[in-house]
């Protein structure tokens, strides 16, 4: 128990005797007078005494109880933790106050946000005091403090409290902690009261790895929490994503993930709009578990796509994780560069089913997709604007061109050599020596022996449940029962990994390799289309579909970034200058970052990501047209599980042996504060009594 | 004439008779209720029967004298009433015992019509009885007891007699300690003839059942005892105030009390004592008589011989 008003108990111990003192002064002097019937006085003193005695005790015993009551009221005692507003009245303090300004402290109980709970107990702790210095941390993603050092000014303290609200960011603990340590050591003496107030939900999420370690050993923690006893509801949008590369005309599959932190299972909606459409997404959410609502989309428009994924029809704790902005940057259709020497207009041979296989539907755009370059004559730029390209019956490439290849490919192209004759061997070994350690082949192709014919080969070693033939399922007949024959033979190469080989023939001939190099994929399918089956057959669009996805939609749209969070995003490299960019956002915000030109390239710094929403990078002399970059920001998903940390967890060892004491907010200010009006009324009862034994010995 | 001689006393030196205030009470005389044994003829009754007696002399007729008894030709001459005494009348023995324990200085020192201590109003009514008793040539004595009995003037009648026995009254003083069932005691084995005992006292003592148990041998031997408890008016009520330290007159220490706080209690105490006092007193066959010296001792007195004539 602590005592507000010491000063009160020392003139409470000077007031009891106060009674004692005026009841010694005042003390009737006798008048002395002889009396003959002294005898009979006696008696009746005597029969008297004790009663008398007893009601004198009784008497004085209520005086000064009254007087020690009332001196005790006035000191305020206060039990538990130390009041609010108690500080050093006599000795030099220092007082941190943390507040948690994360997310989750926006969550709602019967119509009350815990934040502002939060706020009334912080400001509690903000009132002047004789000797104490104070400073108020706020606690997000990169925790902010009113002043550098420990002030008195606590009417600023006050005013930046009244105007903080929850931001959607996570509370960075770490940093939080560190900040007060310093604060802490730096602000006072060694001999120096310390105090550290953490006010917050101390959310599971957040805190169940808090180091109080960096604290002044002397510090005194308090943790008072807003953290509500029963369990709050909340369903929260979590997570917005597709699994691969999203191009244009082309179905992808979105998904949502969904947190249901509530007591019981929940049939959810949400709608996805992406631009002017909306789609809407229905499930069921299990309780306490996220859970993915996933749905088969298709964009119409290419270039980045500004989304939001919002539930419908939610009535939960924290509304604010109810909708989730995110991009998606769907791209064209991928243009191919098929280098070939067969020509295009003699079917049927391998150039021709390789074309048809690239683009399989006919689409306004579909006749530019493909463009055939002569090997002898590589057109460099339609190279480059190429997202695959295709190698089939090149013949013999020139080291020129070979090495161009590999700088394409280091720099994110994707490569599909289709090999079958001893030309291939060849370009694929060149191709392998340009690249260096940078590309490592598993197996090294070879040209095929003349005199030993390769007929009749099946695929034997088919990773089923791994892309392009997971596309298949477990339908391994449209696979198996194909023939080949003709192709290159193969050897393993030392220290190459097996795992890069998707399928091997029967003969123990690689038949599918994919292998990354740098910022590329190359897959060699070693099959001579004219002379198996393989192209003909009905697997032969889906596993040449599953190649390309392969080998240029291994990119996912990007996650949204979490708010708050420090950010630094390298634009694409045709993105230009950062004087000819503009940053716009989807939402009313001064914080969007800045453009900075760096060693040839634009990077988008963010001290700290901006509020939920969209920004887009567009150049400025393009006035309507799209954005050139994009990313969405959102909350935390982990702020939107509620559930928090037990208070002897805090206390006990999170603490580290530190003096920790624990109080939930509520409580404190209901329970804790009431001793003086129960000790004023005990005053009252006290003096009562004293009434009650006058009247009762009838005096 | 030896009546009317008797008459002209010389006057009492004693500073307690008044005699101008005994002037009203002239024609009241002390009756006792019942026969004595008296030497000389007096008005009282005598035990002794008899018919006319040898004539003695002439007495002032007073109010309720039997009228046979007037001497007619007395009145025809002189015109003023008197009676024929003859000598089958005999004369009353009445001892006075007054109390002079240290308890009967209770009192103020006294004012215009306000109780003195008891000692003295005990003196101013001894006084007067005797001067009462004297003049209907009556015999009076003088007894006076504190823890013993420290002065007897045996009952007597003339002139000197009842001056010695006022001049004893005037000069009593009190002691510390009381035992009056000691001095009662004594007094009875002292005095041999039956009388009338007169008792003045406040009895406040330790033990009252031997004091009446002393009383009662009186009564057994005939004589009348009349108990006049003689009561200060501080002494039923304690005074107003917030603290006092009583002190005892007979070495009995003090007590330190608040007067209010007791008051109701002491009161019950001493009514106590009172009621015990006449219940032992009736019980004794004792005439009893509660005096507050609040009250004149003249009409204590006046009263006290009207209800005994009657």
Known sequence: MTVLHTWAIAGGAAAVALPLIIHWLTRPRPKRMPLSTVRFVREVVQQRRTSQRLRDLIILACRVAAVLLLAWAFARPFIGASHPSAGAESSDAIRIVVLDTSQSMGATLRGVQLFEEARGAAAGHLSYSPGLSANLIFGSAQPRAVFERASGNFGAMRDELNKAQPLPQQLNVEATINLAADMLARSAGPSARRELIIISDFQRSSWSAADFQGLPKNTAIKFESVAPRELIENVGVLRVSTQKRVAQDREFLLEVEIGNYSSAARQVQVDVSIGDATWRLEGACAKGVKSTLSKELMLRSAGWQPGLAKLVEIDDALASDNQRPFVIEVSPSPKFALITRLPARLPPNSSHYLERALSPTKTPHSADRIVRIDPQNIDQLALGSAELIVLNRPGRLSQGSIELLVSLLRRGRGLLYVASDAADAGNLKLLAEAAGPSLKLPVEFLPPDAAQARRELVLMDVKRDQPPFSVFGGDVPAISALKFAGMLASRPVSGGLKEEISASYSDQTAALVISRCVNGNIAVLNADLAQSDLAGSVAFVPLVGEIVDLLVGSRRSEEALVCGERAAIELPPDAGLAGDLVIESSVETESTGQLVDQRGAVLWMWNSAGQPGVYQIKRKSAAGAGAIHALATAPPAGESELSYLDASVLTGRLAGGRSASYAAVGDQQQDKDFAWSWLLMGCAAVMLLEIITLRVFRT | ?310
């Open chain 2, 1 to 310: 004439m030896s009546v009317l001689a008797g008459e002209s006393r010389a006057a009492s030196r004693s500073r307690f008779l008044d005699l101008r205030a005994l002037a009203a009470l002239e024609h009241m005389r002390f009756a006792t209720r019942q026969q004595i044994e008296g030497s000389y003829s007096g008005r009282h009754r005598s035990k002794q029967r008899g018919g006319a007696g040898e004539f003695v002399d002439f007495r002032e007729y007073s109010a309720g004298e039997d009228l046979r008894r007037l001497d007619w030709k007395v009145l025809g001459r002189t015109g003023r009433p008197y009676v024929r005494l003859f000598q089958d009348e005999t004369n009353l023995i009445c001892t006075l015992l007054i109390d002079a324990s240290g308890s009967m200085q209770f009192g103020s020192s006294g004012g215009a019509g306000g109780a003195g201590s008891k000692l003295e109003y005990a003196q101013y009514l001894s006084t007067a009885l005797s001067q009462v008793i004297s003049r209907q040539q009556d015999q009076v004595g003088l007894a006076v007891v504190s823890d013993k009995l420290s002065q007897l003037i045996p009952p007597g009648g003339t002139a000197s007699h009842v001056l010695r026995v006022q001049e004893a009254i005037e000069t009593i003083q009190t002691r510390a300690a009381t035992n009056l069932g000691q001095g009662l005691h004594e007094l009875f084995e002292q005095l041999s003839r039956r009388g009338v005992l007169i008792v003045l006292s406040d009895l406040l003592v330790e033990d009252l059942e031997r004091t009446f148990a002393s009383v009662r041998l009186f009564r057994h031997r005939g004589w009348e005892v009349i108990l006049l408890h003689l009561i200060h008016p501080d002494e039923e009520k304690l005074p107003m105030g917030l603290a006092y330290r009583f002190e005892g007159l007979e070495n009995d220490g003090r007590a330190d009390c608040s007067p209010a706080e007791i008051a109701r209690a002491y009161q019950q105490r001493f009514e106590a004592h009172a009621a015990a006092v006449r219940t032992g007193a009736l019980a004794g066959g004792c005439d009893y008589r509660r005096v507050s010296t609040s009250i004149p001792y003249l009409q204590i007195l006046g009263g006290f011989l009207v209800e005994r004539a009657g």
